[in-house]
């Protein structure tokens, strides 16, 4: 098969973007080791930018987004991989100026390829995705500097958001008290599922940004948000505590940022990447979420679509009304 279906981002005219379904040729796609058959990716907030005409995100168009692809190899000229073996690629630049998983094919470097863990097919990596790489990234950074599960409420920002309603769930299941902020509060019930003890909304977690320093509640906390919202975070977080830093939804800027509570309590600020993040690390971290970190309760978050139906699910996102994570059905 020499053509496929992929979602067409182009630029109608001078600013405006447009999506659709087209067929494309293999001929197309980029040199690399790896020709991956792709069965399901997932919608995440950059590739809603990247489908938008962010230039930040992506430089040139026409374009397929999508950073994140599981399927199986086609072609390998790497060792590594052979034919039919299960994999994952998420991240580099993959769907931001290289073309991405909204496609029935992929072709990759062999260095972006992680394979699928035991008990991990592709359907199950992708309600997972990024979001759900990032919020085990996080949580791990938080248990590597100390995090117990009896050392009090652990608060999760953008909770109801990809990275959030996983990191929600993870932490539930391995013991921890969980406090949700979010700004959707119609979406209460969804989070005490997901394990939330106590809910909070956005706007009084917003509260005392003038002051430079707010009462010791968290300890630890998962922030996908950023802005001066993870700073009152980093404000009001236990003795020698530390918020994992992901996500920027609020901005990249902590306009009330200071050094008191740093000298002051002993509090960490932890940065989370993972999209550059070396291969081995994610590899280690796809086999704990396989493994001891399986949650067995993935499909409560997820809402799945096919090709034809993302153009919509991007505008949603991008109005913040997407909720949990959006599981892409290539086929």
Same mark, same amino acid.
């Given at each position: 098969m020499s053509r496929f279906?992929?979602?067409?981002?182009?630029?109608?005219?001078p600013g405006v973007f447009d999506q659709q379904v087209i067929e494309r040729d293999l001929a197309d796609l980029p040199a690399g080791e790896v020709l991956i058959r792709v069965r399901y990716s997932s919608l995440n907030y950059k590739d809603a930018l990247s489908a938008t005409g962010a230039r930040g995100v992506t430089r040139h168009y026409p374009h397929t987004p999508g950073i994140d692809a599981a399927g199986e190899v086609v072609e390998s000229a790497s060792a590594e991989f052979q034919p039919g073996d299960q994999v994952i690629v998420t991240g580099y630049d993959l769907g931001v100026n290289t073309p991405g998983g909204f496609a029935q094919y992929i072709r990759v470097p062999a260095a972006w390829v992680v394979r699928c863990p035991v008990g991990m097919g592709p359907r199950e990596a992708m309600l997972l995705g990024t979001a759900g790489l990032t919020a085990g990234l996080?949580? $791990? =950074?938080l248990q590597h500097v100390g995090l117990d599960a009896d050392a009090g409420s652990v608060l999760v920002t953008g909770a109801c958001g990809g990275v959030g309603s996983v990191a929600v769930l993870l932490l539930t299941h391995l013991g921890y008290t969980v406090a949700a902020?979010?700004?959707k509060l119609q979406q209460v019930e969804f989070l005490h599922r997901l394990g939330a003890q106590q809910i909070i909304d956005r706007a009084v977690l917003r509260e005392g940004t $003038? =002051?430079?320093l707010l009462k010791m509640q968290w300890a630890g906390a998962v922030d996908s948000v950023g802005g001066d919202l993870l700073f009152n975070v980093v404000k009001s977080l236990q003795y020698g505590a530390s918020v994992a830093c992901c996500g920027l939804t609020a901005g990249a800027d902590m306009?009330?940022?200071s050094v008191l509570p740093f000298i002051l309590r002993g509090v960490?600020?932890?940065?989370?990447?993972?999209?550059?993040l070396p291969r081995a690390v994610k590899a280690a971290m796809w086999e704990k979420l396989a493994g001891p970190w399986k949650l067995e309760t993935l499909e409560q978050l997820a809402r799945e679509i096919t090709l034809?139906?993302?153009?919509?699910?991007?505008?949603q996102i991008l109005a913040g009304r997407m909720v949990g994570r959006m599981l892409v059905r290539i086929d």
């Open positions: 279906r992929a979602l067409w981002v182009t630029e109608s005219r996080c949580v $791990d =950074k902020s979010t700004g $003038d =002051k430079p306009a009330t940022a960490n600020l932890l940065g989370v990447d993972s999209v550059e034809e139906e993302l153009p919509e699910a991007i505008s």
